[in-house]
């Protein structure tokens, strides 16, 4: 049964970009939902979709133009933006969030922007360079301080040819996370105005998932990390109020909400990005980092027969966690690492505690029998150097929530 949005008004402000299409399907979606949706469409909006269509959807006037009396007249763009329970941006461009970050208003859609009383969603879709260019970064932060939500974008081949973050989430996806603004219970989590925050203005870094080391352009060596404690940190985190940098190796898995996600695929790159992303007040691993890569990876696909067995040379990876725990300069306040043994869990959590040089190790026991490699549930132990705290079996979202908390008052900060 779908989800009734009935009663619900939301303010769709649809930016240029060749995304904008897919906000015709949002439409679709939430109307579906009985919720009442109408449009605002930049200029550059108007070059990627029509304004019939979209009123066709709606079933609503599109409010386009800033200047039009007529419209002035009907309703004020004091009372459009204010009007709507939610203003959901999709996509939102590189220049609409640089505008709403500096608070300019010189078109319809920046103006009821900044003019609105209610939250805002954005789904930001742009290229790779410019999502990760540094003035990008700044309005996302500033745009985060100031209490926007976002979800996405999530990382693909994009309509000018490149690969990275940058496409704007699904229309399912950014319907979700409407649904979970309405519904309320889920509003922490998505780093919205309400329930405590004590990481609010803090910064912080995690890594997850497994790595792949190539052996040639097809194969690769991996490991059955699922991902999922690191994303469900990365959402805990969020919700605490963070700026939160998500490092992941390759996962099946959605990007929480509000998370910024740097995509990586060997050991190499994840220390490389991590070291980008410092400073950081907490930097968390939870990435299950492949421990070998091969020498020399092939660049063509190794064939079998001629050569007999391939020759397969392993090097020993960069350690991700004991270099940033050594650092000697940039080292974040509070450095969390994660041990995944299958005997004498805290006796070897505190061997590594020691061998890293880390704050805290937060060791699981991933025996098979246990399930915790790729399940729901995880037992932890928290070990560190004034003692072990073992916390009973829990879903991997109630720990990470319950260690991000943790985390939060050991680097003393406050609600
Ligand atoms: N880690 C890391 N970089 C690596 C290896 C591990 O950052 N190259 C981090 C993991 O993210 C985790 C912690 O180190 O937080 C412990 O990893 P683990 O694989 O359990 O420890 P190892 O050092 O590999 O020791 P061992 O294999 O002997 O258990």
Redesign the pocket.
């Known amino acids: 049964m779908l989800t009734t949005l009935s009663g619900r008004s939301v303010l769709l402000v649809i930016g240029g970009g060749i995304a904008a299409y897919k906000s015709l399907e949002l439409i679709r979606l939430l109307k579906q939902r009985q919720a009442k949706v109408t449009a605002i469409m930049t200029k550059a909006a108007s070059e990627f979709v029509t304004e019939l269509s979209v009123a066709s959807l709606t079933k609503e006037k599109v409010y386009t133009d800033l200047f039009s009396l007529t419209d002035e007249v009907e309703m004020g763009h004091i009372e459009l933006s204010r009007s709507a329970d939610l203003l959901v941006v999709a996509p939102a461009s590189a220049d609409l969030m640089a505008k709403m970050a500096h608070g300019l208003a010189n078109d319809l859609a920046s103006t009821t922007l900044l003019a609105t009383d209610k939250k805002i969603l954005l789904a930001p879709a742009m290229n790779v360079r410019m999502w990760q260019h540094p003035a990008t970064r700044r309005n996302l932060g500033l745009l985060k301080a100031d209490g926007v939500l976002t979800v996405g974008p999530n990382d693909g081949e994009m309509a000018c040819g490149e690969y990275g973050p940058g496409r704007m989430a699904e229309p399912a996806e950014i319907l979700a996370a409407i649904e979970a603004y309405f519904a309320g219970g889920a509003l922490p989590l998505m780093g919205a105005g309400t329930g405590s925050r004590p990481l609010a203005g803090r910064k912080v870094l995690i ?1 997850a998932g497994p790595t792949h080391e190539p052996i040639d352009p097809v194969r690769y060596i991996a490991n059955r990390s699922s991902g999922r404690q690191g994303y469900a940190l990365a959402e805990a985190a969020v919700a605490l109020g963070a700026e939160t940098i998500l490092v992941s190796g390759p996962v099946h898995l959605p990007i929480p909400p509000g998370a910024q996600m740097m995509p990586v695929e060997t ?1 190499a790159e994840m220390l490389k990005t991590v070291e980008a992303e410092l400073p950081a007040d907490i930097a968390i ?5 492949a ?1 070998w890569r091969v020498a020399a990876a092939s660049g063509e696909k190794l064939k079998k027969g001629a050569g007999g067995l391939p020759d397969l040379k392993l090097a020993e ?6 270099t940033v725990a050594q650092a000697k300069s940039k080292r974040p306040k509070l450095v969390v ?5 299958t005997q004498n869990v805290v006796e ?1 959590a505190k061997a ?1 505690l020691a061998k ?1 040089g880390c704050d805290l190790i937060v060791a699981n026991d991933v025996s098979a029998d246990k399930g915790v490699m790729g399940g729901e549930r995880n037992t932890v132990h928290l070990v560190s150097a004034t003692g072990v705290e073992s916390w009973p079996e829990l879903d991997k979202r109630e720990v990470a929530r319950r260690l991000m908390e943790d985390f939060a008052r050991r680097i003393g900060a406050k609600a």
């Open positions: 890594t050991a691993f939870a990435a299950a980092v421990d990876n960069p350690d991700i966690l004991k690492g994660f041990a995944a043994e070897n590594k890293k």
